[in-house]
């Protein structure tokens, strides 16, 4: 099997799949379907030992997925275990915690205060909460918000690790029921964080006490000073400064609603959210450093994995960092073991590993989005550049060395030959001295232009693969993307290294870091220029309804089918396979621009009602429809 973590991999998920089901999720917290679940691994695993035993490899492998399937299941069903009985979100719907009044709480900050536009910001865990002059336990995550004014109070000097108590009205995140509507609860659960409160006046909050320094909060508190760092860098260009504090530390609370929404209306909106791409930068940018330092091949690979590691942790081990991190650490430690790189079997790895820490991760939208990028680039864009221009590519290295065409395909031997007659066609008419860097000047230019197509391909390829999920979850349609990309991929590659460059140098000397911020302020702000020159033509963007579920299943089943093309040329003759490419973009355009509409049940009345969080909306739209 060429890709066995792929098998796996869909195996688990589909485990989890199943425990999504309304059915089993009601009974997830059962004994009974625990014990089952063991009962039926354990036979499972047996099973496939004593097919292997007899020589079954094909029952061994159903034996052994359907394991991992059931695996999938119990992970599912450990997760929905019942919170502890001293957890808030079982204390409130118990009435055991008075919601509607201000209470006091006790915990520690789990990170530095954010700063933010309009003021700061606090996460605190929970410890106890004060009733009645009592203290219960009472265990959660509480985000807290305080709105700065100029003339009013400080606050007071507070650290991640202390802790502190609040006295403050606490309630659960608002939820709005309409339909498609972005759930803001569910959201910040996967955070942890569970209530939300604002902050009244400075003296509300105090510090109970003040423990040992960890690891954790000294990650924290190099976390502030790089924030501070890019604000003291470019202070003078807050609009670059907010763009930098995203692209490197995660921290989007300085890209304004205008800005994003530009990121957005141009499809490059992974450019301000730390994920593959940056992860993917910073390390071809440590391996790069480590080969030029003449590193051995352990020391590179230490090198880079310690680095990114350590960035990993600074920038709060948030899952889409997460899963660019072991991707990337699974290139580098194949590299090391002079193994040949198979994307999708890596990205499957990385999967299973992520699922089986956190199986309910399958359900959100940005693991989806991560793992179809990468199908998308492992499954339809690589292929297609391999069976393309990657030859050509090949063929430019070393071009010159006649004795290397033997190693190339004949397609690309012809390439190398015509390209020496052109070179040397072109030398006939020039001085000897200026004879071969013209050579070069072609050989470069064709590199460049091979480079240029590879990224449109990735790009439109990427775009086209995951325009469902976009369309259910953002309902836009950036058809600009392909060409922003081309701008905006290779900046990017050159901002996050140069950025974490300069902010280095920054903490070291003050000097070398003003003379570094300089060419990345203008990078970053050619990069915005791009976003915001593309996003203003408005027909090059637009809004759609989010497509049915069966047009997406059957999206994705053209796309996998298509993905398989190779395999399948043997089986399938060339009218069905050009019938399959077709279904594929048939769906895609039907996505793209079908105006999908509501269903609406015939002989009766229906009402639309938006939820706003307010009654009189609600009331206003009966009174609107009583009028007519």
Request: glycine share 8%; charged share 20%.
């Amino acid at each position: 099997m060429r890709l066995p973590a792929v098998a796996i991999a869909a195996a688990f998920a589909s485990g989890i799949l199943l425990g999504l089901h309304p059915a089993v999720a009601r009974n997830a917290a059962s004994s009974l379907l625990l014990s089952i679940l063991f009962v039926g691994i354990t036979v499972l695993l047996l099973s496939g030992i004593l097919f292997v035993r007899i020589g079954r490899l094909v029952f061994a492998v159903g034996a052994s997925l359907l394991s991992w399937a059931m695996l999938g299941l119990l992970g599912f069903c450990i997760a929905e275990q019942p919170r502890d009985e001293d957890h808030v979100i079982p204390l409130m719907e118990r009435g055991q915690l008075p919601v509607r009044s201000p209470l006091r709480w006790h915990g520690h900050l789990r990170d530095e205060p954010t700063r933010l536009p309009w003021g700061y910001g606090y996460e605190i865990e929970l410890s106890g909460v004060e009733i009645e002059g009592a203290l219960q336990p009472a265990r959660g995550g509480l985000r807290l918000s305080f709105t700065a004014r100029p003339d009013g109070e400080p606050l007071p000097e507070l650290h991640a690790g202390e802790e502190v108590a609040v006295l403050t009205e606490a309630k659960r995140p608002q939820v709005f029921r309409d339909e498609g509507a972005f759930d803001r609860r569910a959201y910040l659960a996967r955070e942890n964080i569970d209530l939300v409160a604002t902050l009244r006046a400075p003296k509300l909050i105090e510090r109970i006490s003040s423990p040992t320094p960890t690891i954790a909060t000294a990650l924290t508190n190099t976390r502030r000073r790089l924030g501070d760092e890019i604000d003291e860098l470019f202070a003078g260009t807050p609009q670059v400064a907010g763009v930098l504090r995203a692209m490197l530390l995660g921290d989007r609370s300085f890209v304004d609603r205008a800005e994003a929404a530009d990121f957005q209306k141009t499809g490059v909106f992974h450019v301000p959210v730390v994920a593959g791409l940056h992860v993917g930068a910073l390390a071809f940018g440590l391996y790069w450093v480590g080969r030029k330092l003449r590193l051995s091949r352990v020391g590179t690979m230490l090198f880079t994995l310690t680095i990114l590691g350590a960035y990993v942790a600074v920038v709060e081990q948030r899952p889409p960092v997460l899963r660019a991190a072991l991707m990337a650490a699974m290139v580098v430690l194949g590299g090391f073991f002079f193994r040949r790189l198979e994307l999708l079997n890596s990205a499957a790895l990385a999967a299973v590993i992520l699922l089986v820490a956190k199986p309910l991760a399958l359900r959100d939208s940005s693991f989806q989005l991560t793992f179809v990028a990468i199908g998308c680039i492992a499954g339809l864009a690589l292929p297609w550049l391999e069976n393309t221009v990657q030859p050509y590519v090949r063929a430019l290295r070393g071009w010159r060395d006649v004795t290397r065409d033997a190693a190339h395909e004949p397609r690309a031997i012809q390439f190398r030959i015509d390209l020496r007659s052109l070179a040397q066609w072109i030398s006939v008419g020039l001085p000897l001295r200026l004879g071969k860097p013209a050579g070069d000047i072609v050989a470069g230019g064709l590199s460049l232009t091979f480079r240029v197509w590879e990224l449109l391909v990735l790009t439109v390829a990427l775009q086209t693969g995951m325009l469902p999920l976009m369309a259910r979850d953002f309902h836009r349609i950036p058809l600009s993307a392909p060409i922003v990309n081309l701008a905006a991929v290779p900046l990017t590659g050159v901002v996050v290294p140069l950025g974490f460059l300069t902010l280095v140098c920054g903490l070291i000397s003050p000097m070398a870091g003003k003379l570094l911020s300089a060419p990345l302020a203008w990078l970053t702000a050619l990069l915005l220029h791009v976003v915001q020159r593309f996003a203003h033509f408005r027909s090059w963007s637009y809004r759609i309804p989010g497509p049915p579920f069966w047009l997406i299943m059957l999206f994705f089943a053209a796309a996998i089918l298509l993905a398989a093309e190779t395999q399948l040329k043997h089986l399938l003759k060339r009218t069905m396979l050009w019938g399959l490419r077709m279904a594929f973009m048939a769906c895609a355009l039907t996505i793209a621009i079908y105006p999908f509409g509501e269903k609406w049940t015939k002989g009766k009345l229906e009402l639309t009602v938006l939820d706003v969080g307010q009654g009189d909306s609600l009331l206003s739209c009966l009174l609107a429809a009583k009028l007519c």
